[in-house]
Every structure is written in structure tokens, then in C-alpha cells.
């Protein structure tokens, strides 16, 4: 099965994207692809066989779901590894570029209800989202 890849560079040191990327006080402010989309809840036990628990839903109520990972592996400030209650794996590996730049690149197995494109830009959608609000606090 063919991997799907996103990335974006981040102009923040590597301990700063991370925290970011993984504090559910941060998730709640960037983990929707749309601002008609809203992250209302987030918890997050960063450890191998913890989970990661994030709610996603239309502002307006319409439509939500639970998004449910269990972690395989956790190596901070470098990678993370985790699979979805459906079997799906991601990998999320944050590589440092310089003191104030870190490059972050997410490995995920697609899901076989919408087509590959779409899959791919929303999960683009969102981490672009995670980039603006990573550079802006």
C-alpha cells in the first residue's frame, strides 16, 4: 500500500515544534484542516502504548469524530510512531534543521473511503494549519 507523505518546514527550534505539535493545550488551537472545523478536546499519554484522543468537529455541529492512536514508539524531539484503532500506521519524524528551523514530515497508511488527493491535502491542510499557529506563539 502506498504511503502518504506531508511536510512543512517550521521556523522554530525543534523542542518548541515538538511541544506544539504534541501538548493537547496546543492540539486543541491547530488540529482541523478548515476554520469551519474545530479540535474542542485533546488528550495525549506521549509514552509506547499510550494514547493520543482528539475530537474533530464542524463548528456548526453537522459532523464530528474521535480520532483514537495508540503509541508504538516515542523518541522526543525526533519521531513518533502510532497506530489507529482501524489499523492505519503514522509516523511523524521531526528533524532539526538549524537551531530556529525544524522540518516535519508525517508517513501515514491512507484509508480506503476517500481518494488518495483528497486524503493527502487535508492531512496537508492541517499540518500547514500546525505551521501557522507554531510560528505565530
Known amino acids: 500500500m ?5 511536510t ?17 493545550k496546543h492540539i486543541v488551537n491547530w488540529n482541523f484542516a478548515h ?4 479540535c474542542p478536546s485533546a488528550k495525549n499519554n506521549l509514552e ?6 482528539v475530537r474533530m468537529q464542524a463548528k456548526d455541529g453537522s459532523f464530528g ?3 483514537v492512536g495508540i503509541y508504538d514508539e516515542v523518541n522526543e524531539n525526533q519521531n513518533l510512531k502510532y497506530h489507529l484503532e482501524d489499523g492505519r500506521n503514522i509516523e511523524v519524524i521531526f528533524e532539526k534543521i538549524s537551531y530556529d528551523k525544524t522540518k516535519v514530515t508525517e508517513n501515514f497508511d491512507p484509508e480506503n473511503q476517500n481518494p488518495f488527493e483528497f486524503q493527502k491535502e487535508g492531512w496537508q491542510a492541517i499540518l500547514d494549519n500546525f505551521k501557522k499557529y507554531a510560528e505565530s506563539h
Request: no cysteine; hydrophobic share 35%.
Open 65 to 67: 469524530f474521535d480520532l
Open 8 to 24: 512543512t518546514e517550521i521556523n522554530k527550534p525543534v523542542n518548541e515544534v515538538w511541544d506544539f505539535f504534541n501538548n493537547p
Open 2 to 6: 502506498q504511503k502518504l507523505t506531508v
Open 48 to 53: 509506547a502504548g499510550g494514547k493520543l484522543e
Open 35 to 38: 476554520e469551519s472545523w474545530e
